[in-house]
């Protein structure tokens, strides 16, 4: 928006961060600029800056942290170096902010009302009655159903995408010119990430609001932003139009990042699949008529599918839609309330104790968060070879020889072994969990949501290895997914999971291009970078 002045205007900002082992440098020479109702997104992997970058434009950055170089100007006049007092008079006033985790910024013990309506009182807008009625207004504006009970409730009792309403009613309290929105869809399942952004470019159109957006997600900012800006390690290392960037990108890192993200080439991938699921070949897994109910709860509703050897099935399907159980299930943690799994000639609903802990030979789980799913004490080395220890009566140089052996497989040097998880990236540690799983030579790997903590190259990555994995060694897959793009990716055939139930199976081709359940329909529907697949992004003209 050439001859207007920026709402937010940043200009070869540096910021370091004082630390044990001296000065880190976080952000080097970044500028960038939004516009009156204009997007801006920041785009890139953990680590690349774009958080410290929006802490910066918004007096947040912690105590550790200071701006060593550059500028950051709200609507033409300096504020770098302002006092925490002035910044206090800025936020919420002029700025809005939208966090991350909306588990984690919503104040347990005080009601939505009272987060909600925090920047009001504290900028001494209206008395507790005026208040209340002006948040109730917010809320409803936002889409939260029964505004004036949710007004009394407390986090723990809404959901993640109502909680993340909450906070854009919170950010948007003031009427403020700027929002800086820094991953505020990350945590949540693609239909309510999608009408989380629908809802941020209402009111960004509405109200004439800009937003700095804050992402990992290149698919995402290709239908939502006007201007892209893409970090790697500190420094942009490409910027501008939204459709130049993501139809002609001058950098390697950002053609990496566009070739990585699933998103943005799901619409051919599908015919990729090298493997012809056959009707008629020997399965592996067998799930029938699978119900698994918790008290009064039935979390699993009768599903039934079949593994073919040697192929990925896909579980896929929003927060609570009993994929993660169905999981544990097939994996002998939960046994089945009514039903059958039978993997091989085992039937794991009727095996006893010892046989279902003799199962982990033939099954293993690969879980969601590779750092909390291994021991932060041992080594490498102790954590890939405990599944020996428990099963084998190995020597200690031939468990050393296996470890060594699947640290190879799973491409990570061998001298990894004598690290300990706190040393290793997210993506090795993924890496260590999944050589864990292969060490006893397993049938089937289930695998729940193993990739989705992962930036997109990391993902990428992993996939890769699995696909390679699955060639050389003849695995079967359960992939538990809420990400379409993925499990188009890498599966063959699919489950869609709703409530509990099964509303779709079948081969993965088939349910993405004839889905037959409207459910269905919607989660393709709000799979990311539509507006890139069909070559309709936003020009920011």
Do not use: C
């Amino acid at each position: 928006m050439a001859g207007t002045t920026p709402l937010l205007e940043v200009t070869d900002l540096v910021v370091s961060y004082a630390s044990s082992r001296g000065e880190v440098n976080a952000v080097n020479g970044v500028s960038l600029q939004v516009h009156p109702g204009e997007i801006t997104a920041i785009v890139g992997e953990s680590g690349s800056g774009k958080s410290t970058t929006a802490q910066a434009a918004i007096g947040l950055l912690p105590r550790n942290a200071s701006i060593d170089a550059g500028e950051v100007r709200i609507d033409g006049g300096s504020v770098t170096g302002f006092s925490e007092r002035q910044w206090r008079q800025l936020r919420g006033k002029r700025i809005g902010l939208i966090p991350q985790d909306p588990n984690n910024s919503l104040n347990p013990v005080k009601t939505i009302g009272e987060s909600v309506g925090e920047g009001l009182a504290i900028h001494g807008r209206g008395d507790r009655a005026a208040r209340r009625t002006r948040v109730i207004e917010l809320l409803e504006r936002v889409g939260i159903d029964n505004p004036e009970k949710r007004h009394d409730q407390y986090p723990h009792e809404l959901s993640g995408g109502m909680k993340q309403r909450a906070l854009i009613a919170a950010a948007v309290a003031l009427e403020p010119e700027l929002i800086i929105a820094d991953e505020p869809t990350s945590a949540l399942d693609v239909t309510v990430q999608k009408v989380i952004l629908d809802l941020l470019d209402e009111m960004r159109a509405e109200l004439g609001i800009g937003i700095l957006f804050i992402t990992h997600d290149l698919a995402v900012a290709g239908d939502r932003a006007d201007h892209i800006v893409v970090m790697e390690r500190g420094t942009v290392r490409e910027s501008g139009i939204a459709a130049s960037v993501l139809t002609d990108p001058q950098d390697a890192y950002t053609r990496q990042l566009l070739a990585d993200a699933p998103s943005l080439t799901t619409a051919t991938l599908a015919g990729d699949r090298r493997r012809e699921v056959d009707g008629e070949a020997e399965p592996l897994l067998v799930v029938d008529s699978v119900t698994q109910r918790f008290g009064d709860f039935t979390a699993v509703d009768d599903v039934s599918f079949t593994v073919p050897r040697g192929t990925t099935h896909a579980i896929v399907g929003e927060s609570g839609s009993g994929k993660t159980t169905l999981g544990r299930s097939i994996a002998a943690f939960n046994k089945p309330t009514a039903g059958s799994i039978r993997i091989g000639v085992t039937e794991i609903t009727t095996a006893d104790a010892k046989a279902r802990r003799e199962l982990r030979r033939d099954v293993q789980l690969v879980y969601q968060n590779p750092y909390s799913s291994l021991n932060p004490r041992q080594t490498i080395g102790q954590i890939i070879a405990e599944p020996l220890r428990n099963f084998s009566r190995l020597t200690r140089g031939e468990v050393n020889a296996q470890v060594n052996r699947h640290l190879d497989l799973v491409a990570l040097d061998q001298a990894v072994a004598d690290r300990r998880p706190a040393e290793l990236s997210g993506g090795q540690r993924q890496r260590v969990a999944i050589a864990r799983a292969l060490i006893l030579k397993p049938e089937l790997v289930v695998l729940d949501e193993a990739v989705s903590a992962l930036d997109v190259t990391v993902q990428a990555q992993i996939l890769r290895l699995l696909d390679e994995l699955q060639t050389e060694l003849g695995l079967t897959y359960v992939f538990i997914s809420h990400d379409l793009a993925v499990v188009r990716q890498i599966s063959d055939t699919v489950s869609v999971m709703s409530a509990g139930r099964q509303v779709e199976y079948g081969a993965t081709a088939d349910v993405f291009e004839n889905p037959e359940s409207e459910f269905t329909r919607n989660l393709i529907d709000a799979i990311p970078g539509r507006s890139y697949r069909g070559g309709d992004l936003n020009l920011g003209l």
